[in-house]
């Protein structure tokens, strides 16, 4: 019991020290999981750098999370669009003024401010046609076959399918597609109707067909930045810098940065910089699978990738290992432990962090860790369990006549016997935990996950590549790591036994 007692205090101590980190006076910027939050998040982060610490948290998820990690302190600001604002975080039926707007953020510490000079709409689109096909949402609502893929976050968006099929009367069941994905879908001739943001660059390029919103349902969606009211304070240097954003960017130089991204292949932070710093060349589009491969921020999210795993790894250890010997000494306990370290798995990943963040009132490493540590825990307890269950019954009684106390028969004889057993469950957790962390990126804690994410965001599969093949190799590696300490423990305890 003392060992489960340390081992958690173990794994507090680890969590403050993330927390205090955490905590250093570093202005953090958000972002959604699309690209032009992606580039106005770059935008905000490189103006404020140039007075002072920052640090961009990118494609954190949809609105609910990035919302919840400005209010609970996680960021400080987004770029947001006032449709949001009022039917998705505020769920009003009716648009609102924005005087009405902040009068009910200013009790949750949050204000909105510095419009930025563009309109992003959400839009219903199709293929281009011939003539005398539908142009209007009404149009739309009058032809029941059509199929509809619509993006995760428009389908339960209160401004979004829920109010739209409802206001124009629409009888399709559209199915979920990633944004990101949604223009090849639509090209691909898979869907026939998609939901698109009016300063996306692929509209013009694929020559698709905007229906009209004919009788007026979706809100104005003006940019503004959504931020915390104790960022002036905090940090005015560097609000007074995102101040002079006001008012810079009409819809043409929007959807000109967005096409930069997407349809010439330059980074985030390089369409970033040519904003903030004009005279700055474009740079040449690093398309290759090797430049994306090793590009900067290789070594950053290796560090940020093994970090997690090994952190998450070494908690479950201290935890799992004393609880499987617990199971196999104590057998009333037993079916109760294998059976709650099963559920955690049952849990899906993305799930579970979504409700870590609002129960830890934050995002990044933290919950990203206690997640991890959730899900290592069944293959190390079960195999721990397992392994000292093996144990002959015969060798037992042998150790305990030859005056041996439990503890020492359970260091020197058990936990000895049961190490190949035990050692593999470490191995399973370790590998399975290098595949999950890319999850992590979601929510801000970084690791090659974070290149998935982009490369979702812009249907870039050499991106996304990038992310997975780096996870594959160390997934490889840990495997091999694993079976060097088996072979080398083992054959030393076989020395020690001789």
Not at 29 to 51: D, P
Not at 169 to 197: S, W
Not at 469 to 477: E, G, K, Q, R
């Amino acid at each position: 019991m003392s060992s489960l007692k340390s081992s958690l205090f173990g794994l507090f101590l680890l969590l403050t020290c993330i927390d205090a980190r955490a905590a250093d006076p570093v202005l953090q910027v958000g972002s959604k999981r699309f690209t032009e939050s992606y580039v106005l998040g770059e935008i905000i982060t490189r103006i404020a750098a140039v007075v002072g610490p920052v640090r961009h948290q990118q494609g954190l998820g949809n609105t609910a999370i990035v919302f919840n990690a400005l209010k609970n302190g996680s960021i400080d600001v987004y770029a947001e669009y006032l449709g949001t604002i009022n039917s998705e975080i505020l769920k009003h039926d009716t648009p609102s003024s924005l005087e009405q707007i902040r009068a009910e953020l200013a009790p949750l510490g949050l204000g909105v401010g510095v419009p930025l000079g563009f309109s992003n709409t959400y839009a219903l689109a199709m293929r281009g046609t011939p003539s005398g096909g539908p142009t209007t949402l009404t149009d739309l609502a009058a032809l029941p076959q059509s199929r509809l893929g619509l993006s995760h976050e428009f389908l339960g968006r209160v401004d979004g399918w829920p109010g739209l099929a409802q206001h124009y009367r629409m009888p399709q069941q559209p199915t979920g597609l990633d944004h990101g994905i949604a223009y090849e879908a639509l090209m691909a001739k898979q869907v026939d109707v998609i939901d698109i943001y009016s300063t996306d660059a692929k509209i013009g390029k694929l020559g698709l067909r905007v229906l009209d919103d004919d009788r007026d349902f979706f809100p104005s969606y003006d940019a503004v930045l959504l931020y915390r009211l104790d960022l002036p304070q905090r940090f005015p240097a560097a609000w007074t810098a995102i101040g002079k954003l006001e008012g810079r960017i009409d819809n043409p130089r929007m959807i000109a940065m967005n096409a930069a991204v997407e349809l010439d292949g330059q980074s985030f932070a390089a369409v970033a910089t040519q904003f903030v710093t004009p005279s700055t060349a474009a740079p040449a589009a690093h398309n290759g699978f090797l430049d994306k491969l090793f590009g900067e921020n290789f070594w950053r999210l290796t560090r940020q990738h093994v970090v997690l795993v090994a952190v998450a790894i070494g908690c479950a250890s201290l935890l799992g290992i004393p609880l499987g010997v617990l199971a196999a000494f104590v057998p009333r306990l037993r079916q109760a432990v294998m059976a709650f370290v099963g559920v955690l798995q049952t849990i899906p990943a993305l799930a579970l962090l979504a409700m870590l963040i609002p129960l830890l009132g934050r995002i990044g490493t933290v919950p990203a860790l206690i997640a991890l540590f959730l899900y290592a825990l069944l293959p190390i307890v079960r195999n721990t369990c397992t392994g000292v269950l093996q144990v002959p019954a015969g060798l037992r009684m042998a150790a305990l006549a030859l005056g041996l106390s439990r503890r020492d028969r359970l260091l020197h004889i058990d936990l000895p016997l049961a190490l190949p057993v035990i050692l593999a469950g470490l191995k399973t957790a370790a590998v399975m935990s290098v595949g999950t962390a890319t999850i992590a990126a979601f929510i801000g804690a970084g690791g090659y996950g974070e290149r998935i994410a982009i490369g979702l965001a812009l249907n870039d599969n050499t991106m996304m590549l990038a992310g997975a093949i780096p996870a594959a190799v160390l997934a490889l590696l840990t495997q091999g790591v694993f079976d060097l300490m088996e072979r080398v423990l083992v054959r030393g305890a076989g020395k020690t036994a001789k």
